[in-house]
């Protein structure tokens, strides 16, 4: 098969059969991953310019290499899972599998992860309910398959891109899939992480361990490529994974339960904890980020009140008009097809939404309102300070009296009444509008029980906390608080805890 070949500053050169292009790469669809950043860390690390069609790519690159290599595997160490399938549905198993990393984020929303939540949303204001997506894969796909007819395991299957993503393959790419003896609905199921449940074959069995390899809860193609190369991009210093040497060590292994779960053979045992490591060092010191959630909640809210104004909607009467129109901009309909939204006051034709297209909608809006506070703040980035900087400062500052999350959150309005009441006496803190509470949480991966197996020998597997000496990380949600103004005094910092302090339960 005729290959093309792409320089990836990560990886050093991929081969991608040249019908790849044709079919999916050097489409409107996939093109359009090129104005979508990858991350929300630009605003912290500058250069970090690096988008979802290059990390497509790699997550194929990777994918073909873990799929291959645990074939090759299971054919000298597992005979049991290698005979489940003939050679030759194998070959349709691999095929499948790297064009469902190809594409597994061919649906994501503008900006990575940060208008992704108005993707689920009604298309009709008046409904008031999400799960757009879901209805949508149940009305289309479900009469082909009748596991995309579970509207109860489609919801609580996975994240919204990824529900889009798995959408728009069926819509854009399932007759190309046939076509190349690949299995669209197996892809889909790959993209969403949708296992069979209960699993009632050895078939289902292998099938189920394969989607964990581009949709688990640890280490798959996604992540490996995203730890990777977030990493690089943004040039902060992390811990150093060998990938080659985990991909060459994947299979499927047979804990003493009798079940079947993806395993690392005994050769990758460094590598594992690194991987672990590198991936709680992002999430915890980047992801989670007091800047990083910030500008994301600044973008959120000045995208909503950007609609609002464009379109003529009021923000605290109509919010929900404003949701579903949101809905459209980053909607799988405007990626497939031209969509036409408007109102009375405006209209908007959308296809292929970007970051571009969020950006111009929000400049157009600042043109109409140039003194409204948060466009001023978006664009000039004089953003507001965070009272803590970090989940370590935050456990340090409240060691003694730690207060209960779920009550500060709840509770996140009385709160700003209660610091503005104690900041009377300066004006830039009594008011509420100068205080913000954002919640945090970094997504860190546990070794204790966390279901990753290495396989010493036949008859020897272990579950890797079992040899681990690194202890389960604690799995920590907690909130921001950011204020405007000049930094405070170390006597005012100490108003604010009190404050926060005398809401702990």
Sequence with gaps: MKKKIIRDSVHGYIAIPEIYFDKFVDTEAFQRLRYIEQTSMRCLYPCARHDRFAHSI??????????????????????????????????????????????????????????????DRPYDPDSGKAGLLVDLLCAEVGTYDVIFSDEDLLACCTTNHEKASALLLWRKYKDDFINLDADPILAMRMILGYSYSPANSIQETVLNCIFSLLNGAYMDADKLDYIIR???????????????RLIKSVTIVEYPDGMFKIGYLKTSISVIQNMISAKNNLYLWIYAHHKVLYYSNLLRTCFEKAVGILFGLDHKTEKHKILATCSHFISVDAMSSRTKVSSETHEEIIYLPCDADIMVLIKNAYHIKPDDPDFIEFF???????????????????????????????????????????FKDKKNLSQKECWTILNAKAKLSATKNAGIYVQFDKQNVEEYSNISNVESNELPAFFYLYYQGASLTAAEKQRVIKVIKSYAV
């Design 58 to 119: 790699g997550t194929f690159y990777i994918g073909k290499m873990l799929i291959n290599s645990l074939i090759q595997n299971l054919k000298e160490l597992n005979s049991e899972c290698y005979e489940a399938f003939s050679p030759k549905k194998w070959g349709e198993i691999a095929r499948t599998f790297e064009l469902a990393c190809l594409l597994h984020d061919c649906a994501h929303a503008p900006f990575s992860h940060i208008t992704e939540e108005y993707m």
């Design 230 to 244: 977030d990493t690089a991009s943004s040039g902060i210093d992390n811990y150093s994974v060998d990938l080659h």
């Design 380 to 422: 000039s980035r004089i953003y507001k300070k965070s009272v803590w900087k970090s989940y370590a400062e935050f456990k340090s500052l409240f060691k003694n009296t730690k207060p209960m999350y779920n009550n500060i959150v709840s509770n996140s309005a009385k709160i700003i009444e209660s610091l503005c009441a104690c």
